[in-house]
């Protein structure tokens, strides 16, 4: 297994500071929060628009000893709140660079996160406007819900130009933690989707999850 754990929480709006005061209190040195949608995993409830809530991504990075004793303290302070109230999953990092210095894991031949993985976390990076059909497309084929990280492309030197200066599109980055079974159905699902049909219009793949854990009342 890797030295780090990389800890994601997916929590409302407004409420990552509840994760990351925890996390502080279990042995973190802090983290990095961005700000997503939720988009509902009930497809009737997405179409009319009313599924969709704003939410607060947290990424914590800890060495893997003290990831469980941080997991932990998450999962209680959220006991307080609603059934549902968000979730949270670990990712292996075999490297972390601090300070100007990079340390590396001890990975045994190569060996990542055990072979048992039970769930992966899909990453769809789209031009901005598609995520909900990229969603839609996956629900058809297995996945329930997901969030949507607004987020923009890098320019080449080749790229087409506006007055001199580089057109970057937007993108979304539509996040999805799905059953290990149904992984390949949902990406050949958004693979056939008319808007990827275009080289360079989206790239999708994938992650090992561990650890995934309901946050919320039980």
Known sequence: MSRFRLLVSIVPHNMAELISNA???????????????????????????????????????????????????IEDVCQKKHRGFGMMFCLDADSMTKAGNVTHSSLQGGAGMANDVERDLITVIINKGYADDAMAAARK?????????????????????????????????????????????????????????????????????????????K
Do not use: W
């Open 23 to 73: 996390a502080v209190s279990a042995g973190s040195f802090g983290g990095t929060v961005a700000m997503g949608r939720g988009i509902s995993a009930n497809a009737f409830i997405a179409a009319l628009g009313i599924g969709d809530s704003m939410k607060d991504i947290v990424y914590i990075l800890t060495e893997d000893q003290n990831h469980r004793a941080i997991c932990k303290a």
């Open 141 to 217: 084929a297995g996945a329930g819900g997901g969030t949507v990280i607004n987020a923009r492309g890098t320019a080449r030197e080749d790229d087409a130009k506006f007055f001199g200066m580089h057109i970057v599109p937007e993108k979304e980055m539509l996040c999805m933690v799905v059953e290990h079974e149904k992984k390949e159905s949902v990406l050949e699902a958004i693979r056939t989707l008319p808007c990827l049909a275009e080289p360079g219009s989206g790239i999708a793949y994938c992650s090992g999850v561990s650890e995934f854990v309901m946050l919320g009342k």
